[in-house]
């Protein structure tokens, strides 16, 4: 059989420009149904235009729904047909979205008008949400039907509730747990005509039910025939490509319809981001690439209990690994009876993903969600003392951090845990171009956090109370800012987000008895690792060696600098657990199981 060698992917893994498909793919999911949420919320402000303007005659609503229609199932037949059969199903696949698409935006527009003109306030959020519910509901209807592309694009957006309605994200909860299964028959044929073999023929056991199921792929169980080994095969579902062109059209014409008639919610550029991030995602030579890169990247800082599956072997649309098994991070009573301590997981997350940010040409996985994250009881103690290891899948989506770009977002997040405003408007504006306007908001963005916490401390947890306040300022009006803005930074800057917004998720759910404040420290010591590393190469590139005495005497006063914040925050960090051991924690989230 003649497969990628490990060899070769690793070449490609240190080649390639890395693109982070995953979090492109879900920003653009993020886009229908953020665009048809992104209506709702369009019209739950008060500024919003279209609430003003009179109902249009039915005679034009229906016009304006053929149109779409036509528009959508006619680019569906003209482009993407090679026979009957596949003309009528990718006409009918066309036709449910531009249907849904039609319907939605018609009733936003009804049910918006109707509020403006009730006058209790009450009645008026009872018109919207039902309508944000109406909406969603049918969305999630043709997503199932169509499958594939849009179920993940589905569990997105259920993730989004910084975003989009209650309403939308709670009716899109169903979709992650109900990812396609393709039949075993299915899987033999693609086998056979990816490698010219019989499973029988590579493996001497194949069970017929996968023991996971994604939106793009499933995961079977299998022996190595020649040496007995243990493996798990990844496989793509069989149908999926064949349905990407279309899907990424169909996505991609939603997204300029919903900005025809909302023009103040242009999100074009997230299906532009998808266009790029689904082929790679779809790739699995590029995911094993990215598997063996970061394998090896972790493998030299092995105090980090970090466990990547071994690649065995690629093809594009079939990736064979080592089975390595673990239960979810959030599985408390695991952790609780073996001894496990959550606060050194969270920690240990918080290390591993600085460093895949910060660290020197460390590649980013944008996708940590709890799916793609396991954990297990070590065998023995690692290096770094830690009586567990934390597994992480799917390699799909990656991206490599401009090393520029590094710093100052380094230089950036100092300025925040400093809790110094002009440096962190200063640096945001290296980062992402933010301007002074902008600033409040990208700072709560990128924190997560109300922008009047940023400017006290981000170390003390979330409350409620603060969550309800953000909550309510997009419902108020900053949605539309938000999109804006989302849509003028750098793209890595959203990778980036994102991956903190999941990172500080799964942190939440630990429960953890110090709050999130040991992970600022962890992440501030990244921070200034990163700013001393830019001022020794600034040296060495200097006239002269380091002896020299004008060299000499900058690189002391950078060790200084540098030895002064990690002393500092070695400090604060014993204390903190020394604080946990005997019992002081002032922060306590509260926990499924008694510790």
Request: glycine share 6%; proline share 5%; hydrophobic share 40%.
């Amino acid at each position: 059989m003649k497969c990628l060698s490990i060899n070769s992917l690793g070449r490609l893994a240190s080649n390639r420009s890395w693109t982070c498909s995953n979090c492109r793919t879900q920003l653009l999911a993020t886009h229908v149904k953020t665009t048809q949420r992104s209506i709702a919320r369009q019209y739950a402000t008060n500024s919003s235009s279209y609430s003003k303007r009179p109902p249009k005659p039915p005679r034009k609503r229906i016009t304006v729904l053929t149109a779409t229609a036509t528009a959508a199932t006619g680019a569906g037949v003209l482009a993407f047909t090679d026979d009957i059969k596949y003309g009528y199903d990718a006409t009918e696949r066309s036709g449910r979205v531009a249907a849904v698409l039609g319907v939605c935006i018609n009733d936003y527009r009804t049910s918006l008008n109707e509020r403006d003109k009730a006058e209790d306030p009450k009645e008026q959020e009872t018109i919207l949400k039902e309508c944000h519910k109406r909406c969603a509901e049918r969305t999630l209807k043709v997503l199932e039907k169509n499958g594939g592309i849009f179920i993940k694009l589905g569990q997105h957006l259920s993730a989004m509730t910084y975003l989009l309605p209650r309403e939308w994200t709670d009716t899109f909860i169903p979709l992650q747990d109900k990812c396609p299964v393709s039949s075993f028959e299915s899987i033999e044929q693609m086998f056979r005509s990816d490698t010219g073999e019989e499973l029988k023929d590579y493996f001497s056991e194949f069970s017929e039910e996968p023991i996971g199921a994604a939106s793009l792929a499933q995961v079977h169980l299998a022996t190595v025939k020649e040496n007995g080994r243990k493996v798990a095969v990844k496989v793509q579902h069989p149908g999926l490509a064949q349905w990407a062109p279309l899907d990424l059209a169909l996505t991609k014409f939603t997204f300029s319809t919903l900005k025809r008639f909302f023009p103040e919610y242009d999100l074009e550029w997230l299906s532009s981001e998808m266009e790029v991030s689904l082929p790679q995602e779809l790739d699995f030579q590029l995911e094993a690439a990215n598997a063996i890169r970061t394998q090896k990247h972790f493998s030299q800082i092995p105090e980090l209990p970090l466990v990547v599956p071994e690649v065995l072997w690629a093809k594009k649309r079939i990736l064979v690994m080592a089975n390595e098994s673990g239960h979810r991070l959030d599985d408390l009573e695991y952790l609780d009876s073996n001894h496990i301590d959550r606060d050194e997981v969270s920690a240990t997350l918080a290390r591993i993903f600085n460093e895949m940010i910060f660290g020197k040409n460390a590649p980013l996985h944008c996708d940590p969600h709890g799916g793609n994250l396991a954990i297990r009881k070590a065998s023995r103690r690692r290096p770094g003392g830690a009586n567990f290891e934390i597994i992480i899948y799917d390699h799909g989506l990656y991206r490599d951090i401009p090393e520029t770009l590094q710093r100052s977002y380094a230089k950036m997040w100092l300025a925040v845990i400093d809790g110094d405003m002009p440096a962190m408007k200063r640096y945001a504006r290296e980062v992402a171009g933010i301007t002074d306007e902008q600033f409040p908001l990208f700072a709560s963005a990128i924190t997560g956090r109300d922008y009047t916490v940023v400017r006290s401390s981000i170390a003390k947890p979330r409350s409620d109370a603060e969550k309800k306040t953000m909550g309510d300022a997009l419902q108020e009006g900053l949605l539309s800012d938000l999109v804006t803005m989302l849509g003028q930074v750098p793209r890595i800057i959203l990778l980036i987000l994102k991956t903190n917004d999941l990172t500080r998720s799964l942190d939440e759910n630990l429960h953890t008895r110090q709050g999130p404040m040991r992970s600022f420290l962890i992440l501030a010591r990244y921070c200034a690792r990163t700013v001393f590393r830019e001022h020794v190469e600034e040296i060495r590139n200097r006239p002269g060696s380091l002896l020299w005495p004008g060299n000499a005497l900058r690189f002391v006063a950078a060790w200084v600098g540098y030895l002064r914040v990690e002393l500092k925050l070695e400090a604060f960090e014993c204390w903190l657990s020394f604080k946990r051991l005997v019992g002081m924690n002032t922060v306590h989230y509260g926990s499924a199981v008694p510790l």
